[in-house]
């Protein structure tokens, strides 16, 4: 057809059949994914995703070849090992035959029993790679070949599907054109996201349960099913506890819905008493006794390793060059100090939602709860990065430019773990795909009112990021400070993640302007 022609998308699906999808020829590659319709296009985009994931997992692996301890793809093999042998109560208990100094379980209960069904499979094909004490850095090629899998699963099994329903209810009731000239690209931006594909896929971990169940429960939330997002929410916080990054967002914007009803009280009580059947029925292995149940809890918050590890992009550790918080300050004081930050810097996003909860606002709600915790809170990684990038890509139709810088700074933040982990390769590989997907539609709303100052600033970051990548690969540290290039990576990221939060922030609480605006639209006619 030519170039403007209107054209209609039959699908079996009755819901599918009014989409329409004005066609050029920037867009004739994405048009001819969406006009199969949406399950077409998500399944060819998830085919191509799980492609690119296997090509990732070809690559090294946290700690491989690393004796004694190796690294995160050990401990997530240990504790099928340990979930396989031991009785249940025995899993978080220090013992003869779990020195929980040796890779400790240190998740909630929903991720012993993700391990421990992971570790059946395992057993099935390769016994000898989870045997009691003698498997401990087991790395045959079967059984990494194995373990490669049960992440592969992981991601099909629960992330496509929560994209693919989030996709379907955010889009719905929009305007056709509109939504048919990025639906697919929106959904290929979620599913090739680069940093959690070389996390999950290259370092090695299963963040893609924890993440696919939240995406899930904002699903949910917005097709105003809110039982069901208590229960898959309250599923990912007892996967990781880092998904309690969400939890300001989740609690406001479902408090102010209740506070808008007929019976506010009734309608928390339903939620509470969803939340809490949730957590007993994931916990009630470990309810029998408060001994249990402590011991359980104390692995949960490592408040030993100090207010954080490595060089990571937040507050306290990019500080830390010019105040030493770890010298001047005993763990109580640090964990009273992060506490207060970290709420502080959230509480104007969640009185936003308290005061006027909206779809929209829940989802820069999740944002900026994400980053306020990345940022404050005790004891961050520099893979907790995922946890504010994942609303940020759920917003990226709305906000390309605040997506790609964001994802740009997320991997630049990771680097220094990345080259530790050899993963240079698919770092690249995976930045240079992220970019090309970008270009060709993800952009197009920003270029024609983007300014010359931004135009001249974000050019400006981009080049020194290019120059410090070249530096950290191709240059030694002083042996005076041996760990400048990372000091530098980090006070780069970190200025860039503070903009975000400013910006999403004010964005956010715009948004109740608008609604007001809109309120008295409606008053006068």
């Not at 899993?91 to 909630?108: E, I, Q």
């Not at 896929?201 to 299963?206: I, N, P, S, T, V």
């Not at 120059?467 to 191709?474: G, P």
């Amino acid at each position: 057809m030519e170039k403007g022609t209107k054209r209609k998308v039959n699908n079996k699906k009755g819901k599918e059949e009014k989409l329409i999808i004005e066609c050029d020829d920037e867009s004739d590659a994405w048009w001819w994914l969406v006009h199969k319709g949406i399950t077409a296009s998500f399944l060819s985009i998830a085919l191509f995703s799980l492609l690119v994931r296997v090509a990732v997992s070809l690559h090294p692996y946290s700690g491989a070849g690393n004796p004694p301890k190796y690294g995160d793809f050990e401990a997530q093999r240990h504790w099928m090992e340990i979930t396989l042998n031991l009785p249940l109560k025995e899993w978080y208990r220090n013992s003869t035959v779990n020195d929980l100094r040796y890779w400790g379980l240190d998740y909630p209960p929903l991720t012993a029993y993700q391990s421990y069904v992971h570790g059946l499979f395992l057993r099935f094909f390769s016994p000898d790679s989870v045997a009691l004490f003698t498997s401990r850095g087991h790395e045959s090629y079967l059984g990494k070949l194995l373990m490669r899998w049960t992440v592969l699963s992981s991601d099909v099994l629960v992330f496509f599907p929560a994209v693919f329903y989030f996709v379907v209810v955010y889009y719905a009731g929009r305007n056709p054109s509109r939504r048919m000239s990025g639906i697919a690209w929106h959904m290929a931006i979620i599913l090739l996201n680069p940093c959690l594909i070389l996390i999950d896929h290259g370092h090695f971990q299963y963040n893609c349960i924890s993440l696919g169940l939240t995406v899930g429960a904002i699903a949910s939330l917005l097709s105003d099913k809110d039982l069901v997002a208590c229960v898959l929410y309250s599923l990912a916080l007892n996967h990781k506890q880092m998904s309690a990054y969400f939890a300001p967002a989740f609690f406001s914007h479902l408090l102010g819905k209740c506070l808008r009803r007929r019976y506010p009280l009734l309608q928390v009580l339903k939620l509470g008493l969803v939340v809490l059947g949730t957590f007993l029925i994931v916990w009630w292995p470990y309810v029998h006794s408060m001994e249990a149940f402590l011991g359980v809890l104390s692995r949960l918050a490592p408040f030993e390793r100090g207010i954080f590890e490595d060089y990571v992009a937040n507050f306290w550790c990019t500080t830390s060059v010019l105040v030493k918080w770890k010298r001047l300050f005993p763990t109580q004081t640090l964990k009273l100090l992060s506490f207060g930050a970290t709420i502080s810097s959230c509480l104007p996003s969640m009185i936003q939602q308290i005061w006027s909860p909206s779809k929209q606002g829940f989802l820069y709600g999740l944002l900026n709860s994400a980053f306020s915790f990345y940022l404050f809170s005790f004891q961050v990684h520099e893979k907790s990065i995922l946890l504010p990038l994942l609303p940020a890509s759920l917003l990226a139709t709305e906000e390309p430019f605040l997506f790609t810088w964001m994802t740009l700074y997320a991997l630049f933040s990771m680097f220094p773990l990345l080259h530790r982990d050899k993963l240079v390769l698919p770092y690249l590989s995976l930045s240079a795909l992220f970019i090309l997907l970008n270009h060709l539609s993800g952009g197009r709303r920003d270029t024609k009112d983007t300014s010359a100052f931004r135009s001249f600033v974000t050019r400006v970051f981009l080049l020194c990021s290019v120059i410090l990548h070249v530096v950290y690969l191709s240059m030694h540290a002083p042996a005076r400070y041996p760990f400048l290039f990372e000091a530098l990576i980090m006070l780069l990221c970190f200025s860039q993640f503070v903009f975000l939060t400013l910006y999403t922030n004010a964005k956010q609480w715009m948004l109740l302007k608008h609604s007001n605006l809109v309120d008295k639209e409606k008053k006068l006619l």
